[in-house]
């Protein structure tokens, strides 16, 4: 039984950790007043990006570094369309997720010649719990860097007001650039944690639509970095969860438990019923 | 104190076009140190497109725009982040810091400060959206007095005050002047202008048409430079026999500063009640209640039908994309007569959109355009025209002459005057003193949710009522 | 119209780009996709296999934007309509055509139900549809699973999915020799019908007026909470409508595989269309040629069809420049 609890726990932590990675990436982008609905294609960018290059240098941390990077592009590529050009986030976002998808998709064939799924690649093995690890600390620190410094001022008075900010002398598009960049990136290391991390290839569709989970999880959270964080936490756990039933007990609906996250974020959209209060400017092009 | 020689701030041949307007045509302008000029126009004729073009917020077409040292601006409607504090508010972009992180102490002993320096209380660590409306706008102003500016330009600055709070704000502004600061204040109230400025100019359709020191012209003068002519007259009062319409007893509606408060009110067809009072003080919550677009505890009884004229146009009003023809149905649309069937009565809707900007002046390049294309005051004819077209039995006008010029304004009024003649119960929330005193038969003043006085046409004492707008009772 | 050229230009350009990338000259490339999508009288009757199949969940699509709120769910509802009609096709009794009926309406009530979930969640709770409607199509694919492997797979099926549907309960076919059925003319009636509802009911002056000015529509007397529930559920009835057609016209029973994202790309198309139903029908017909060409292409040029969704995922994000969702994230109940 203790057993049982230790691995549920520890597999909690794990599942939870590319969710926490992109949900925060979701709070500084919208805490700035975009919505970054790409989260999902950032992450599926990150996750092909690393194995390609972990598979071409051998070297997994460039794996990493590189999908940190691509989540940044295409973190870049959104916070264009949002400043400069002034589109629809939402739509944009969602081009986003669909040229990611279709291009890891495309790129598997083109560079592996087989469709589906990559072959193994070198992963980060044992060195994947410094990124578990990473995570939490990084919520605390954002959680002090948004309420405690210029930047953190700054970045969450663009979100509310930013004509505001123009007033005192700031470029709020600079801030959202910025702020949507590194959404990309956290994004994207999320996805490289999934590929190379917890795992050591990249298969279609292997994000699995934890970009929104995470969305979910920063709406839960009340857009700040801690709760946001104990939101992914519990949807690991019901991701978790259904791995570790599914192993114990044989005659549960396997397929249906997959489904338990999801619900969970269903559940947790409709529970903050009428008592969360977006940034006042979010998703509204400035 | 007239300091002459350089001018603070120096505008030259300023030009300034929006699609289909142009809001500032030609204009020179010069403002020393310690001096406090008027800028007075109506609405319209290019005040706050200049003075946001002199604070660099704007860039002007063509023209120049010199100032020595910093140029603040207080806007006419806020631009202040109501889920911050004051401090951060005001020092937002001059944060103090210590080490990586801002210095909360430091930065809040700043802002008391200066408040102090210019006598002037306030809170620091205080959430700028519960702040009253116009210790709000005081910290505005502190934003831009904590950057020492040698230019202060003031948009609207009294829309939102009470009387008392008016006399302590131009204390400040004076004392502000004596130390050296000029200081431009756009306005339309032209008593303000008497009282304390030292030079007015006037502009009219983007130009300026007349400029002089205060002592050497006349309210009357001010007034018809601005209109450009005499102002035009508003229609007659009929006498009328007052029916009952609106019952409204132990009215409970809404949440924190702008709750009400067992409110009362009775409004008689043939008549037109105003409700006088500071904004913030509930009058959102009273129209919400009266629309029924939010929960309330108490009585409102209405008999017959009734016609809203919103208090912002685009946001409540209008469909911004759609033509006047589909814009003329909007909340008209459920009735039977405008349905045939599962179908909309479209000849219905275009005869009755003819009909109205017939009857309101609405000047438009056809009745197809998309509304957005019109001016805001032919916008606000078409809502007010709308809302009169089934001659309701009673009428609900909250701001209805908003931010639009004077022609449009006075025949918005006339049509008030009209509809009540006719017999509807007309209920006018104005923000603006003048008109209600003009308009109405009889005024209620509102404070913070209450009732706190009523005065018959009769009796109407401009002072009493300004008291009771600030709560003194 | 000049975004609409523009974007056909740009799928023009990426196309050529994407074959040369994977070792074809563009060429080739276009020649098999054009080849594979109407060289013949099977290719032509796949292309309108595809574009009927798209058609069904872009309409729902588009009323769901004109009211402001995006569904992106559209894939899951069509699953979940898709199920119904495979699972009660395969064990109905009741003569041809009315067995037909019966299964269209099945599938429009199982995609409706599920976006009812999400409109309910949004009227009710305030809560983000976007999210919603993901959420779902993922517990709708890992539900059709499950109900497939096991309660409701049919009992001579080699791999998880229904019994064939008895023949009297497929649609006519409309093209002889080829897969197509009469689905197509319902989705050309069906946006018929959307194009008079949208520009001349009064159900559609509130739906578009919610949509572009939500806070003057719900001033006007427009109901916002129902309207929303209502669009959601309509646009997910519609595609789940869209299930049903696959399912009794295409491929006679369900299986997960009925949809290779449809759901997804009916997005593409209905923002090509302008969210107008006689434009989309259009749109529909250049997505199912790149739909049905792209699997030609990939077997004959060796060009991936995934360049195909990189390129739909593209036009979607050249195409947000106008705005089209009111919606925001906040939590709070409209």
């Not at chain 1, 939402?90 to 040229?99: R, W």
């Not at chain 1, 469709?115 to 070198?122: D, E, F, I, K, N």
């Not at chain 3, 994407?18 to 080739?28: E, K, L, Q, R, V």
Request: proline letters at 4%; aromatic letters at 6%; charged letters at 15%.
């Amino acid at each position: 039984m203790i057993e049982l609890i230790a691995t549920l726990a520890v597999l909690t932590l794990i599942k939870s950790t590319p969710i926490i990675y992109a949900a925060l990436g979701g709070v500084i982008s919208e805490r700035s007043g975009v919505i970054n609905i790409g989260l999902e294609g950032m992450m599926a960018a990150g996750a092909f990006t690393a194995v390609i290059v972990s598979f071409a240098t051998q070297t997994p941390v460039l794996g990493l570094l590189a999908g940190v990077a691509a989540g940044a592009c295409f973190g870049y590529l959104l916070a264009v369309a949002a400043t400069r050009f002034k589109v629809d986030q939402i739509v944009a976002g969602t081009g986003i997720n669909l040229i990611c998808a279709g291009g890891a998709a495309y790129g598997l064939v083109i560079l592996f010649n087989q469709p589906g799924a990559s072959p193994q690649v070198p992963s980060l093995g044992g060195a994947y719990w410094s990124l578990v690890i990473a995570a939490f600390v990084l919520a605390g620190a954002l959680q002090w860097l948004l309420f405690h410094t210029r930047w953190g001022l700054r970045t969450r008075a663009t979100g509310e007001n930013p004509s505001a900010v123009v007033s005192a002398g700031l470029d709020p598009l600079v801030l959202r650039t910025y702020a949507v960049v590194i959404s990309g990136a956290l994004a994207g290391l999320g996805g490289a944690f999934l590929s190379i991390g917890e795992l050591n290839l990249y298969s279609d569709g292997m994000t699995a639509g934890r970009g929104f989970i995470a969305l979910a999880a920063v709406i839960f959270g009340r857009w700040n970095p801690i709760g946001a964080t104990a939101a992914c936490v519990v949807f690991g756990f019901f991701e978790a969860l259904q791995f570790v039933l599914q192993g114990q007990i044989a005659w549960l609906p396997a397929n249906a438990m997959q489904a338990l996250p999801y619900i969970a974020a269903l559940i947790a959209l409709a529970g903050v019923t009428g008592r969360v209060r977006a940034p006042a400017a979010d998703g509204v092009p400035f | 104190m007239n300091g002459r020689g350089e001018p603070a701030l120096s505008l030259r041949g300023i030009r300034k076009a929006f699609p289909g307007v142009v809001a500032v045509d030609g204009v020179d302008l010069d403002l020393f140190s310690g001096e406090i000029l008027a800028l007075v126009g109506e609405n319209g004729a290019g005040k706050s497109t200049l003075s946001a073009i002199a604070f660099g917020e704007l860039k002007p077409d063509e023209g120049t725009v010199h100032s020595r040292g910093t140029v603040g601006l207080v806007h006419q409607h806020f631009e202040l982040i109501g889920r911050l504090r004051v401090w951060e508010n005001v020092l937002l972009g001059r944060e103090p810091r210590r080490g990586f992180s801002v210095d909360e102490r430091a930065a809040r002993e700043r802002v008391l400060a200066v408040a102090q320096d210019n006598g002037l209380e306030i809170d620091p660590n205080a959430v700028v959206e519960t702040l009253p409306i116009g210790v709000q706008q005081r910290v505005e102003l502190l934003r831009e007095l904590d950057r020492e500016p040698s230019v202060l330009l003031l948009d609207e600055p009294t829309a939102a005050l009470a009387p008392a709070e008016i006399e302590r704000f131009f204390a400040t502004v004076v004392q502000l002047a004596a130390r050296g600061t000029a200081i431009m204040i756009v306005t339309h109230k032209l008593q303000e202008v008497i009282e304390y400025s030292h030079r007015v100019t006037v502009m009219r359709h983007g130009e300026i048409v007349a400029s002089a020191p205060t002592h050497e012209i006349t309210i009357g003068e001010i007034a018809r430079a601005m209109v450009g002519g005499d102002l035009p007259d508003l229609a007659t009062r009929a006498d009328t026999t007052k029916t009952p319409c609106l019952h409204v007893k132990d009215l409970n509606a809404g949440s924190g500063a702008t709750r009400l408060n067992d409110f009362f009110l009775d409004v008689h067809g043939g008549e037109i009640v105003g409700i006088a009072g500071v904004e913030g003080n509930g009058q959102n919550t009273l129209a919400d209640a009266l629309t029924g677009m939010i929960a309330y505890a108490g009585t409102i009884e209405r008999r017959g039908t009734i016609g809203v004229i919103p208090q912002d146009r685009q946001r409540e009003g209008l469909v911004m994309n759609w033509s006047l023809v589909e814009n003329a149905l909007l909340g008209r649309q459920h009735r039977a007569a405008a349905r045939r069937g599962l179908e909309l009565d479209r000849r219905r809707a275009r005869a009755d959109a003819a009909a109205i900007a017939q009857r309101c002046d609405v000047r438009a390049a056809s009745l197809d355009v998309a509304v957005k294309t019109l001016s805001g005051g032919n916008q606000q004819k078409l809502v007010v025209g709308r809302a009169l077209i089934d001659d309701p039995d009673f009428v609900l006008a909250y701001n209805p002459t908003r931010g639009i010029d004077v022609g449009a304004a006075a025949l918005v009024q006339s049509r008030l005057i009209e509809s009540r003649n006719r017999g509807a119960a007309v209920l006018l929330i104005s923000f603006e003193l003048d008109e209600i005193l003009a308009l109405a038969d009889h005024v209620i003043v509102m404070y913070r949710g209450a009732v706190l006085g009523a005065f018959d046409r009769d009796r109407f004492d401009r002072a009493a009522i300004g008291r009771l707008m600030a709560g003194s009772t | 119209m000049r975004r609409q050229l523009g974007a056909i230009a740009l799928i023009v350009v990426l196309m050529a780009l994407a074959m040369i990338i994977a070792g074809t000259s563009p060429i080739d490339g276009f020649t098999a996709l054009f080849v594979g999508a109407l060289g013949g009288r099977n290719e032509i009757g796949e292309t309108l296999v595809a574009t009927s199949a798209l058609l069904f969940p872009a309409l729902g699509i588009a009323l769901a934007f004109r009211a402001g709120l995006f569904n992106i769910g559209a894939e899951g509802q069509l699953v979940v309509g898709g199920l119904c009609a495979g699972a009660i096709g395969a064990a109905l009794g009741i003569p041809g055509p009315l067995g037909i009926v019966v299964l269209l309406i099945a599938g429009a009530i199982g995609g409706g139900v599920w976006g009812a979930i999400a409109g309910w969640m949004k009227a009710r709770f305030g809560a983000n549809e976007i999210i919603a409607t993901l959420m779902l199509n993922f517990v709708a694919a890992d539900f059709a699973l499950e109900l497939v492997s096991g309660p409701l797979k049919g009992p001579l099926a080699a791999g998880a999915e229904t019994a064939w549907l008895d023949p009297k309960y497929w649609l006519p076919t409309l093209l002889p020799g080829t897969r197509l059925s009469i689905a197509l003319l319902l989705a050309l009636v069906l946006a018929l019908v959307l194009q008079w509802a949208f520009t001349r009911t009064v159900f559609g002056y509130d739906l578009r007026a919610s949509g572009e000015a939500p806070e003057a529509a719900r001033r006007s007397g427009i109901n916002i909470g129902r309207l929303t529930w209502l669009a959601l559920t309509l646009s997910g009835a519609i595609a789940g409508l869209g299930g049903a057609t696959i399912v009794t016209g295409e491929l006679h029973r369900f299986n997960t595989q009925l949809s290779p994202g449809y759901g997804f790309t009916a997005i593409a198309v209905a923002l090509v269309g302008d969210l107008q139903p006689l434009w989309i029908c259009l749109a529909a017909f250049g997505f199912g040629i790149l739909e049905s060409g792209g699997l030609a292409m990939q077997a004959s040029a060796q060009v991936p069809k995934d360049a195909i969704h990189v390129i739909e995922g593209l036009i979607i994000f050249v195409l947000a420049a106008r705005r089209y969702v009111a919606t925001r994230i906040e939590g709070g109940a409209p």
